[in-house]
């Protein structure tokens, strides 16, 4: 897929907001986003977060023959992936000029100064080396690749321990873990990538551009440096011209920048070998932060319920119970019935459905009545007892009732009994209970 | 074919206990009238009345006798309403756009070729915009779109394996809103899901956020906002706002633009 294009609103809010010291996430010139450390469960495999830029690190080795000019010295070998899940831009199986350029300097930066002892990997001299693979995988990819991928390489290569060998005349003789401790590698000092993104012909300087700004700059300047202020690479690209005094002030940066991502590596790698100690928990599962999506959620909201009772009791004790519904089929004319409540039937002569009418205000009239006499049983406490009954009986009442009834609708010879009419009868029936337990 | 094993492992179970629950890719479903057990009912049912047809939104497909899942995320249903018996979809939290007709969407002019223009949507292929696609658009009156720009549109053709089709202009020829958005501003990107948030109608978000100061946004479904206040730190503000509200719960939301209110 092809890479999104930059917009001009974009490209001029950048300018304009680095014009005004402003960053898109609310860092200040030289600052660096959120350095994260984490590490797998086995030896030498990392994860290294620099804001939402994200690198796998992990470091394998294998014993090999020496390349003949250098007999004694083991193999570096440094190997950066760049899969289309890190960005939509990356295609599989090609290299692009990135990818090459982030690889020769990674290699610059580690291979070149020297901060892993290859003597020490040298097994048997011209004959067996140890040969160090460090990969990396970019898992995502939001700006300053070469510096997170410089940190995830070095935290790897720290992390790692190579199994225990002994070499007893000829015989050369390999160690399980369990048998053995295997061993670290021997670094003599950590080299760190630091990148200067410029803009404006090198008026504006940022450390640790991210994707957008590393889209808008005109040239970057990568400073590789170890903790004891020790350029190990340098490299400027994207053609801009720079003055002495803004190489001197980005070393300076670096220093300080350096110092600080050392000092958190050493806690990190601490922090993990403790764990490891005590035996605790230790894996990328453990350090994954928690992150939970909301915006599918529906807020809870919350409902108070502590007079809920005491309001629908109010409600039921202050409604009108429903009004009274014919039971029996009415036959209007030959061939039409109604039967319960429901629209107006207007098959029926006219009489017919006013007779229906006068009947239904007539049972609307006695619940009334009944309630009346409730008010008028004087005490409240008595009162409001009675209604508490009331509303049991009335809750209660639709599967007693069946039982109730059911003689009574056999008395009116009633052939009929669709399950609708069964309803109707419960619900009669419910009422005319009720009214029984009022008096 | 896998979704077909399961199937026939008996691995299947009814959408209707599944809606609000995660669904996987390869699930299926079992409509309500295709249960084994009401079979009978089933063929009463085809006799009576003719419902609206039940539609099979995205993250799903039609498959053996029910639906099968393509996607990972919840599965919604919307209940039968006039004309229509029902949709079932599944809300997925992806950033990947795939475009639907009638969508609104931002889009980036990539390239002017004749009388059409290339717009990048964020889809796996460039839609195409026709220059006579604007309001009062005609030949001899162009509009003003250089290469760069954003256009706010609308899908009137987007199928598979197809090139897709934007306009600017609705059916009767107004703008109503679309074309091109100015040269301020500043445009990022969210997840669909978040987007989809947003556009739900009295989105709390939107509201919490019009306390702070008026600012102007566009919100196209393909996940892009744009956004434009008075000032570049006001613009950062709800810009930084809305990206991260997505893992914030409603009171560190409103926490937030307390916090920003105070300042």
Redesign the interface.
């Known amino acids: 897929?092809?890479e999104?294009?930059?917009?001009?609103?974009?490209?001029?809010?950048l300018l304009?907001?680095i014009e005004?010291r402003?960053r898109?996430?609310?860092r200040e010139c030289y600052d660096y986003r959120n350095l994260r450390i984490s590490f797998g469960s086995d030896y030498g495999c990392c994860i290294v977060e620099l804001g939402k830029t994200r690198i796998l690190g992990q470091v394998s080795c294998e014993l090999v023959t020496p390349k003949p000019n250098r007999a004694t010295e083991g193999i570096l070998f440094f190997n950066l992936e760049l899969s289309p899940m890190a960005s939509?831009a990356f295609e599989p199986g090609r290299q692009p000029e990135l990818l090459v350029k982030l690889n020769r300097l990674l290699e610059r930066c580690l291979r070149n100064s020297k901060c892993i002892d290859t003597e020490s990997l040298c097994v048997v001299a011209g004959e067996k080396v140890w040969q160090i693979r460090v990969d990396l995988h970019v898992l995502n990819h939001n700006g300053n690749l070469i510096d997170a991928a410089s940190i995830a390489a070095i935290v790897a290569l720290c992390h790692f321990r190579r199994p225990d060998v002994s070499v007893q005349g000829e015989e050369v003789t390999l160690y399980t873990p369990e048998e053995r401790d295997p061993v670290p590698l021997s670094i003599h000092h950590m080299p760190i990538c630091v990148s200067f993104a410029f803009f404006q012909q090198g008026t504006f300087l940022l450390v640790d551009p991210s994707e957008q700004e590393e889209r808008v700059m005109d040239g970057l300047l990568v400073i590789a440096m170890n903790k004891h202020r020790e350029i190990c690479t340098i490299q400027s690209s994207g053609g801009i011209m720079l003055l002495k005094d803004q190489v001197l002030r980005c070393s300076k940066i670096t220093g300080v920048k350096v110092a600080e991502i050392t000092a958190l590596i050493q806690k990190a790698l601490e922090n993990d070998q403790k764990v490891r100690k005590e035996g605790g928990k230790c894996g990328f599962a453990e350090s994954v932060p928690n992150?939970?999506?909301?915006?599918?959620k529906i807020?809870q909201a919350p409902v108070d319920t502590k007079d809920v009772q005491e309001q629908a009791e109010e409600i039921i004790a202050k409604a009108f119970p429903p009004s009274e519904v014919m039971a029996t089929p009415v036959l209007w004319t030959s061939g039409t019935a109604q039967i319960g409540e429901g629209l107006e039937n207007s098959w029926g002569d006219f009489e017919g459905s006013e007779r229906e009418e006068e009947e239904d205000e007539i049972a609307q009239d006695e619940p009334i009545t009944v309630e009346d006499q409730n008010l008028e049983t004087g005490d409240a406490s008595v009162r409001t007892r009675n209604q508490k009954d009331e509303t049991i009986v009335l809750s209660d009442s639709e599967e007693e009732d069946v039982v109730i009834l059911e003689p009574e609708v056999t008395n009116k010879n009633r052939t009929e009994t669709s399950p609708k009419q069964d309803t109707i009868s419960k619900k009669t029936g419910g009422k005319k209970k009720k009214k029984r337990a009022t008096k | 074919m896998l979704a077909r094993a399961v199937m026939a492992d008996g691995g299947a179970c009814e959408a209707q206990k599944r809606i609000g629950r995660v669904v996987m890719p390869g699930e299926a479903l079992l409509l309500p009238g295709h249960a084994e057990a009401d079979g009978e009912r089933l063929r009463l049912a085809a006799n009576g009345p003719q419902k609206g047809r039940l539609v099979c939104g995205p993250g799903l497909r039609r498959g053996g006798e029910g639906l099968l899942v393509t996607k990972c995320g919840?599965l919604r249903y919307r209940g039968p309403g006039s004309g229509s018996g029902g949709v079932y979809w599944v809300?997925s939290?992806q950033r990947?756009y795939v475009p639907v007709k009638g969508d609104h969407v931002i889009g980036?002019v990539?390239a002017k070729a004749g009388d059409i223009f290339k717009v990048?949507v964020?889809g796996?292929e460039q839609a195409s915009l026709s220059y006579l696609a604007f309001e009062g658009a005609t030949k001899r009156n162009r509009p003003n779109v250089?290469v760069?720009?954003?256009i706010y549109g609308q899908f009137i053709i987007a199928n598979k394996d197809m090139e897709p089709e934007m306009v600017c202009i609705d059916s009767s020829g107004r703008a109503n809103g679309m074309g091109v958005?100015?040269?301020?501003?500043?445009?990022f990107k969210v997840?669909l899901?978040?987007i989809?948030?947003l556009l739900a109608p009295d989105c709390e978000i939107i509201q919490d956020l019009g306390q702070l100061y008026p600012f102007e946004l566009v919100l196209g479904m393909n996940g892009r906002i744009?956004v434009k206040a008075k000032t570049?730190?006001q613009?950062?503000i709800v810009?930084?706002v809305l990206e991260a509200?997505?893992?914030?719960?409603?009171e560190q939301r409103k926490q937030v633009v307390a916090k920003v209110l105070e300042n």
């Open positions: 897929m092809k999104t294009p930059l917009s001009n609103c974009e490209k001029r809010f304009k907001a005004e402003k898109l996430d609310g939509p992150q939970r999506i909301t915006a599918f807020e | 919840l809300d939290q990947r980036i990539t990048d964020g796996s250089q760069g720009d954003l958005i100015g040269q301020d501003g500043f445009l997840s899901g978040l989809r948030k744009w570049i730190q613009t950062l810009a930084n509200c997505e893992h914030m719960t409603a």
